[in-house]
C-alpha cells in the first residue's frame, strides 16, 4: 500500500506516461504503471538508452551505485566477491522502505526458519507472519547471454520507478535480490570482442564475424570454465561467493536467467525429465506455480515460450539446481539469443537484444507476482523442507557417513571444507572411536544424515543417484535408431569417488568427540623437529606435497624425490614419491624457505638426524632423482577444447601453484621449444591437431620429445600421438566393438565398389545388415568409472591401488604392448568399471581393461597420454597427482643433458 502523499505525487502529472521510453522500445506494461520520471535511466547514466548498446560490466556496475546512491531506503547494494580479474561481484536488494529498513532482521529470520534444529514450529509460525517472501534473479552467468544483465537494470528501474498498486504490492510482500552480472569477466570478453568487430551496420547474419566469436567465447570465465556445472565442487571464486551469500539470505525463487540459441523462443519451468530424485514433490509444485504465472502474462504480450523440454533437473550443479538441495525452488530461464544487437533467425525473421530485455522483465515480473501472492505457503514449505530433511535424515539408511582418512590428509580437507561451504556439517574426531563394528582414529571425519541439507549431502556423497528407468529406457530406444540422446549431462558426480577417498556408511548415529570442519581448504603445514640434523622428509601423499615441491622448486631448494617406497631407521614407511632434502644440498635459510613453504602448501616436513634407511633407496640411490625447476607449454587456442585447456590450466596455476606459458599453435609449429621441460596438449573440441601444426609442427614436437620434453596429451589429444608414420606412441584408437561381419575391403580393380554379389536375407541377416561398421563408438553422457593403477611407477606415487575417473565421450585406446611403454592406469573389468551412474553396456563392456594413462619413454623424453581428462571441471580431485607427478617428476626422469 502506498500513502496518501505518494498518490497525490502521482496526480501531479509530473511522471511519464504509459509505457516508458526507457530501452528502445517501451518496456510492456504491467497495470497501471506510472513511472516517476526522476529515477535515473540508462541514458542519464551511462548515456545510452537500455538495448541500444550492450553494457560494458564497468558500466552495469555504475549504474547500479548511482541507483543505491540515490535511493539507499530502498536498494542495498552488497558486494559478494571478486572474478579472477579483479572485478567486484555484487547484487542488489530492492524492497518496500519499510522491508529495506529492517532488512538484517528480515535476513536473519530466514536463516532461523532454515535452522528448523532450533527453529520450533511455534517459533516458525511467528516469523512467517511478518516476513516477505524473497526472490533472488541471478543473471548471465554465461557471459555472451547478454539480454538478462541489461534486463536487470530494466527491472530495478521499473521497480523504483513505478508507482503502480500491481509493482507497490510485489515490493511490500517480496525481498527482490537482483545479481546483474555473474561472470563479469566472460561478458567483457564477449563484449570487448563485439564490438571490436562489428561494421558500420551491426551484421544480423549468422555467417558474420561478429556473430561467431573468436576462440575462447564469453560464455567462460577467466579460466574458461562452464560456472554452470561448477555450483557443486566450487573451484572459482565466483560460486564460491554466491553459495555463501545465498546462505546469508536464503531466497525462496531463485531465478538463473540465461540465453540459448537465436532460432529458440523462451524456456522457462518446469523442468524436462529427468528430475534427481532428492528434489521433492512438494518442490516440483512451485514450479509448477512460477511456470503457469509466467505463462500467463507470456500470453497476453504474445510471447511464444516452451517448457519441460531440453533444461532437466538431474545434475545437481547447475545455477538452477543447487539452490534446490538448500530448500528454494531454482529454476532457469532461457530468452532466444541475439548473440549481438540482432539476429536473423532461420525463419527469417529477426530476434533483437531488446526482444530480450522485454522477455525476460516480463518472466521477472511475473515470477515476484507468484512469489508475492504465495509469499506464506513459500515461506511455510521452506520451513516445513528443512525441517522434513532433519527428520528424513534421522530415519535414513545411512545416519552416519565415515571417513577413516587414513591416507591423502590434502584431500580430505579440501573435501571436508567444501562440504561445510554447502552448508553440511563435518565432525573431525579428536579421539579414536568405533561405529558399526569398524574402528577409526582420531582424525576421521563424521557427517549425521540428520542435517537440514539431508538432501543435498545424499546427493553429493552417495555413490550412486539413480536415473528413473522409463526415461533411461527411451534413452535405449533413441540410441537403437542412432538418434541423440537427451541426457544433458554427465549421470555421475560423487565427491567422494571423485576425490578418491574412501568412505564408509553406518547405519546408526555416530557418538563422536570433535571439532566441527571450518572452510578453510589448506591447513597451514609445518616442520616437525625442525632442529633435525640431516634434513628433512616429506611423504609423498597428496596434492599438499605436490604444492609445496612446485613452490619449493621455484624458491631454489634442493630436493630428491624417491622412486621406490623406503623406510627411514625412525621406523616411518615412506611412499614412492617422498621427498627428501638435505641440509647439505641446501643454503643456511633452509628452515626458514620450508616454514614458509609448509604455511602455504599445507605440507607437514618430517625432520630427520640421518639419512640412514633400513629398506629401499637411500638418499644416493640411483633411485632417488633430484627434481629441475619445470618450465611448463601448453597449446592455447582453437583447435583445443576452451574447456580442457582451461581446466588444465587452473589445476596446474591455481591447484598445484605451477605456472604455464599458453601458446598458440601458430608459434608452436616452428618454435624453439627447448626452453620448456612440459608440453600439454589439451583434449580439441572437435577440430584436428594434424592439420593445425601441420607436418613441420609435429616434427616439432616430436624432436623436441626425443630430446628430453614430456608431451603430455589430454583426452582425445591422444590422436595427435598415434597419427603420422611413425607415431609417438604405439597405441590405437577403437572403432565401435561389433560383431557385425566386416566391410568388405577386398579392392581388386575389377570389382565395382558400389556393387556387390546378391544376397537372400533372412530376419536374422537383414538386422545384421543394419550394424554399423567401422563406427565410433557411441557417445557417454558421462559416468564415473574405476580405474586400476600401476603403483610401481613414479608416474603414479601418492595414488592408491584404485581410481576413479570422470569417463566422457567415445574414446578407447588399444594398451600399449609392454615394448612400447606401460599402462599405468588402466580401467577395470566391465563388471567393476562403472562407479557411478550411466553407461551404455556396449560402451560398459568395451571399455574394460582399456588405459587410462599410457606412459611411453621416446628417445631422452616421453609420452605421457591420459586418455580421459583427469582435469575435468577441476572436480576429479584424486586424479590431480597424476597430473602433478607429469609435469613436477616426468622432467626429473627425462634423460636431457643440462
Ligand atoms: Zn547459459
Redesign the pocket.
Known amino acids: 500500500m502506498r500513502s496518501n502523499i505518494r498518490r497525490t505525487f502521482i496526480l501531479s502529472a509530473i511522471f511519464a506516461a504509459l509505457g516508458s521510453s526507457f530501452t528502445v522500445s517501451a518496456l510492456p506494461e504491467f497495470p497501471g504503471s506510472q513511472y516517476n520520471n526522476s529515477v535515473p535511466d540508462t541514458q542519464q547514466v551511462l548515456g545510452y538508452k537500455l538495448g541500444s548498446r550492450i553494457s560494458e560490466p564497468a558500466a552495469i556496475r555504475q549504474y547500479f551505485m548511482t541507483l543505491a546512491a540515490q535511493y539507499p531506503q530502498q536498494l542495498k547494494l552488497v558486494p559478494y566477491g571478486e572474478s579472477w580479474q579483479g572485478r567486484q561481484l555484487f547484487y542488489v536488494v530492492i524492497g518496500s522502505a519499510q522491508n529495506i529498513a529492517r532488512l538484517d532482521q528480515l535476513e536473519q529470520n530466514m536463516r532461523r526458519l532454515a535452522d528448523p534444529v532450533n527453529t520450533s514450529e511455534a517459533d516458525a509460525k511467528a516469523l512467517i507472519a511478518q516476513q516477505p517472501a524473497s526472490v533472488w534473479i541471478a543473471n ?3 557471459g555472451n ?1 547478454l539480454s538478462p544483465a541489461e534486463s536487470s537494470m530494466a527491472l530495478a528501474w521499473h521497480l523504483l520507478a513505478d508507482q503502480s498498486e500491481f509493482t507497490a504490492n510485489i515490493l511490500a510482500n517480496t525481498l527482490v535480490y537482483i545479481d546483474p552480472l555473474q561472470n563479469p569477466d566472460g561478458h567483457h570478453r564477449f563484449v570487448s570482442r563485439y564490438y571490436a568487430t562489428a561494421g558500420m551496420e551491426h551484421s544480423d547474419d549468422r555467417l558474420s564475424a561478429e556473430q561467431n566469436e573468436p576462440w575462447p567465447n564469453g ?1 567462460s570465465n577467466h579460466y574458461l570454465f562452464d560456472m ?1 556445472r561448477d555450483w557443486i565442487s566450487l573451484t572459482q571464486p565466483e560460486n564460491r561467493g554466491r553459495v555463501k551469500a545465498l546462505q546469508r539470505v536464503y531466497p525462496l525463487l531463485f531465478v ?1 536467467s ?3 540459441g537465436g532460432d529458440m523462443t523462451y524456456y522457462f519451468s518446469p523442468e524436462a525429465e529427468p528430475y534427481n530424485p532428492h528434489i521433492q514433490q512438494a518442490q516440483r509444485e512451485v514450479l509448477n506455480w512460477v511456470g503457469q504465472n509466467n505463462a500467463k502474462w507470456f500470453d497476453r504480450f504474445g510471447y511464444h515460450y516452451f517448457t519441460r523440454e531440453i533444461f532437466d533437473a538431474f545434475y545437481p550443479g547447475y545455477g538452477a539446481s543447487w539452490p534446490l538441495y538448500q530448500g528454494s525452488i531454482a529454476m ?1 530461464y ?1 530468452m532466444a539469443s541475439a548473440r549481438g544487437h540482432h539476429y536473423r533467425r532461420s525463419d527469417g525473421t529477426v530476434v533483437t537484444f531488446a526482444d530480450g530485455i522485454q522477455r525476460n522483465f516480463v518472466a521477472f515480473m511475473a515470477t515476484l507476482e507468484t512469489a508475492s501472492q504465495r509469499a506464506k505457503p513459500l515461506l511455510q514449505r521452506f520451513y516445513q523442507y528443512r525441517k522434513d530433511a532433519v527428520a528424513q535424515g534421522r530415519k535414513a539408511k545411512t545416519r552416519s557417513y565415515i571417513f577413516p582418512a587414513s591416507r591423502d590428509k590434502a584431500g580430505h580437507q579440501r573435501l571436508t571444507a567444501l562440504l561445510t561451504e554447502q552448508g553440511i556439517k563435518v565432525t573431525q574426531a579428536t579421539k579414536a572411536f568405533s561405529a558399526c563394528g569398524t574402528d577409526y582414529q582420531l582424525g576421521a571425519y563424521v557427517i549425521d544424515s540428520a542435517q537440514s541439507t539431508y538432501h543435498l549431502l545424499r546427493t553429493l556423497l552417495d555413490s550412486d543417484v539413480p536415473m528413473d528407468q522409463p526415461f533411461i529406457k527411451q534413452q535405449e530406444a533413441l540410441r537403437a535408431n542412432n538418434l541423440p540422446d537427451q541426457i544433458y549431462d554427465v549421470t555421475a558426480w560423487s565427491l567422494p569417488l571423485m576425490f578418491n577417498l574412501e568412505m564408509n556408511e553406518c547405519s546408526r548415529s555416530v557418538n563422536v568427540e570433535g571439532v566441527t570442519v571450518t572452510e578453510q581448504r589448506i591447513l597451514p603445514g609445518s616442520l616437525t623437529r625442525p632442529d633435525a640434523s640431516y634434513g628433512f622428509i616429506l611423504p609423498w601423499d597428496g596434492m599438499d606435497a605436490a604444492r609445496f615441491a612446485a613452490e619449493a622448486l621455484k624458491a631454489g631448494v634442493v630436493m630428491r624425490s624417491s622412486d621406490l617406497p623406503f623406510t627411514h631407521q625412525n621406523g616411518t614407511r615412506y611412499p614412492s614419491g617422498s621427498l627428501i632434502i638435505a641440509r647439505a644440498d641446501n643454503n643456511a635459510e633452509l628452515n626458514q624457505t620450508l616454514e614458509k613453504l609448509a604455511a602455504l602448501s599445507g605440507a607437514v616436513l618430517q625432520g630427520v638426524d640421518s639419512s640412514w634407511h633400513t629398506d629401499g633407496p637411500n638418499a644416493g640411490s640411483a633411485n632417488m632423482v633430484r627434481l629441475q625447476p619445470v618450465k611448463v607449454a601448453m597449446l592455447w587456442d582453437e583447435p583445443a577444447s576452451s574447456l580442457s585447456a582451461g581446466s588444465a590450466r587452473f589445476v596446474l596455476e591455481r591447484e598445484l601453484g605451477q605456472p604455464v606459458t599458453a601458446i598458440r599453435p601458430a608459434q608452436l609449429k616452428q618454435a624453439d621449444l627447448s626452453r620448456y621441460q612440459v608440453l600439454v596438449l589439451p583434449a580439441s573440441a572437435g577440430g584436428s591437431y594434424q592439420q593445425a601444426l601441420g607436418e613441420a609442427g609435429y616434427n616439432n614436437i616430436r624432436h623436441w620429445t626425443e630430446r628430453g620434453g614430456v608431451l603430455i596429451t589430454l583426452g582425445n589429444a591422444t590422436n595427435f600421438a598415434l597419427s603420422g608414420e611413425t607415431p609417438l606412441l604405439a597405441s590405437k584408437r577403437e572403432y565401435k566393438a561389433t560383431d557385425a561381419p566386416a566391410a568388405d575391403t577386398k579392392d581388386s580393380k575389377d570389382k565395382q565398389k558400389d556393387q556387390v554379389a546378391g544376397t537372400v536375407l533372412n530376419t536374422e541377416q537383414y538386422q545384421q545388415m543394419l550394424k554399423a561398421k567401422q563406427a565410433r563408438p557411441d557417445w557417454v553422457p558421462g559416468f564415473l568409472a574405476k580405474a586400476e593403477v600401476d603403483q610401481s611407477h613414479w608416474l603414479t606415487a601418492g595414488l592408491p591401488a584404485s581410481a576413479t575417473t570422470v569417463y566422457v565421450g567415445n574414446e578407447i585406446y588399444q594398451p600399449l604392448a609392454i615394448n612400447h611403454g606401460r599402462n599405468l592406469l588402466k580401467f577395470a573389468g566391465a563388471d567393476e568399471v562403472k562407479a557411478s551412474g550411466f553407461v551404455w553396456q556396449d560402451n560398459q563392456q568395451q571399455i574394460a581393461h582399456k588405459p587410462l594413462l599410457m606412459w611411453a619413454p621416446q628417445g631422452d623424453g616421453m609420452v605421457i597420454s591420459f586418455t580421459q581428462e583427469p582435469n575435468y571441471r577441476a572436480y576429479v580431485n584424486g586424479l590431480h597427482i597424476a597430473l602433478a607427478n607429469a609435469v613436477l617428476l616426468a622432467p626429473a626422469h627425462s634423460g636431457a643433458v643440462r
Open positions: 548471465t552467468l554465461h547471454e560464455r554452470n538463473d540465461h540465453e540459448m532457469t532461457e
